[in-house]
């Protein structure tokens, strides 16, 4: 006959199963079919604007015999990485600031960073481009003081643009990751390590940082995989220099290039995944 305890276990397991349920069925309908549906329409081909369901690998042939497909994957990885690196070195600043200094205005400067999200990001997008126009703020500002007798060229259209305004989209996710895990450490290891010599800069390398890496690696994450699917920024502000993988991938699937867009998408998102679980992984041993 079995005992209390074990009933008590089964039925705290049988819990658990169908908590679980809700996010496995999110994850199954926005992810693992999407992602199956594109796998297959990877191997199929496209004529007179139909799908005709014949396997072949003739998507991914072209994807890497024509050097403008990996490439623009390599631009979309180096820019995203580029433009986590200034995120975060940004964001862990203003993040440690609110945290550490700022704690009767926590709240308010948070909802400041949360207040971005009730914009449009589209329309963010175009405000961007009136402060970086040859007609926008800066340019006539810097022209109406005299510094300048003609309008900044490098501040639109090219991949500084695409660097500045990514990195102004990006920044709250990683102000508010960091934050959550800035919030929940414990600031007493960092005063018993300035009383046993060591200067600020030590302690937050030895004390600090390890203590908010699992923070800085979910930042990343949130950071760098929106970046690589991120579409109309590029789009707008950007040159076809700065060309990145999103808005090609659209260009094919408008052309009714459904099998070579879905192995390009395919691609992306194996790249992504296999960055995703290295982070995980490195998670799971920084927490051991």
């Given at each position: 006959?079995?005992?209390?305890?074990d009933?008590?276990?089964?039925?705290?397991?049988?819990?658990?199963?169908?908590?679980?349920?809700?996010?496995?069925?999110?994850q199954?309908?926005?992810?693992?079919?999407?992602?199956?549906?594109?796998?297959?329409?990877?191997?199929?081909?496209?004529?007179n604007?139909?799908?005709?369901?014949?396997?072949?690998?003739?998507?991914?042939?072209?994807?890497?015999?024509?050097?403008?497909?990996?490439?623009?994957?390599?631009r979309?990885?180096?820019?995203?990485?580029?433009?986590?690196?200034?995120?975060?070195l940004?964001?862990?600043?203003?993040?440690?600031?609110?945290?550490?200094?700022?704690?009767?205005?926590?709240?308010?400067l948070?909802?400041?960073?949360?207040?971005?999200?009730?914009?449009?990001?589209?329309?963010?997008?175009?405000?961007?481009?009136?402060?970086?126009?040859?007609?926008?703020?800066?340019?006539?500002?810097?022209?109406l003081?005299?510094?300048?007798?003609?309008?900044?060229?490098?501040?639109?259209?090219?991949?500084?643009?695409?660097?500045?305004?990514?990195?102004?989209?990006?920044?709250p996710?990683?102000?508010?990751?960091?934050?959550?895990?800035?919030?929940?450490?414990?600031?007493?290891?960092?005063?018993?390590?300035?009383?046993?010599?060591a200067?600020?800069l030590?302690?937050?390398w030895?004390?600090?940082?390890?203590?908010?890496?699992?923070?800085?690696?979910?930042?990343?994450?949130?950071?760098?995989?929106?970046?690589?699917?991120?579409?109309?920024?590029?789009?707008?502000v950007?040159?076809?220099?700065s060309?990145?993988?999103?808005?090609?991938?659209?260009?094919?699937m408008?052309?009714?290039?459904?099998g070579?867009?879905?192995?390009m998408?395919?691609?992306?998102?194996?790249i992504?995944?296999?960055?995703?679980?290295?982070?995980?992984?490195?998670?799971?041993?920084?927490?051991?």
């Open positions: 006959m079995a005992s209390r305890a009933t008590d276990t089964t039925d705290r397991k049988q819990t658990s199963i169908w908590g679980l349920l809700p996010m496995l069925v999110v199954l309908g926005l992810f693992i079919v999407p992602i199956a549906i594109m796998f297959v329409y990877s191997f199929w081909t496209t004529r604007y139909q799908v005709i369901p014949e396997w072949t690998l003739a998507n991914y042939r072209v994807f890497f015999e024509n050097w403008t497909y990996p490439s623009a994957v390599w979309t990885l180096w820019t995203a990485a580029i433009i986590t690196a200034w995120t975060l940004f964001a862990y600043p203003f993040a440690y600031w609110i945290a550490r200094y700022t704690r009767r205005w926590q709240k308010l948070i909802g400041a960073v949360i207040l971005s999200f009730w914009t449009s990001g589209l329309l963010r997008a175009y405000a961007w481009m009136a402060l970086l126009g040859h007609g926008g703020i800066i340019n006539k500002g810097l022209m003081t005299g510094l300048i007798d003609e309008p900044l060229a490098f501040l639109l259209y090219n991949p500084f643009a695409v660097v500045l305004v990514m990195t102004y989209f990006s920044l996710f990683a102000v508010i990751t960091i934050f959550a895990s800035l919030e929940k450490m414990d600031w007493a290891l960092v005063d018993a390590a300035a009383d046993l010599g200067g600020p030590r302690a937050f030895f004390v600090t940082l390890p203590q908010t890496m699992p923070g800085v690696i979910s930042a990343t994450i949130l950071t760098f995989v929106p970046l690589m699917g991120m579409f109309f920024v590029p789009l707008l950007g040159s076809t220099s060309a990145m993988i999103a808005p090609l991938i659209a260009n094919l408008q052309a009714f290039q459904l070579l867009g879905a192995a998408s395919f691609i992306v998102a194996l992504v995944m296999a960055i995703i679980a290295l982070a995980w992984r490195y998670i799971r041993f920084d927490a051991v």
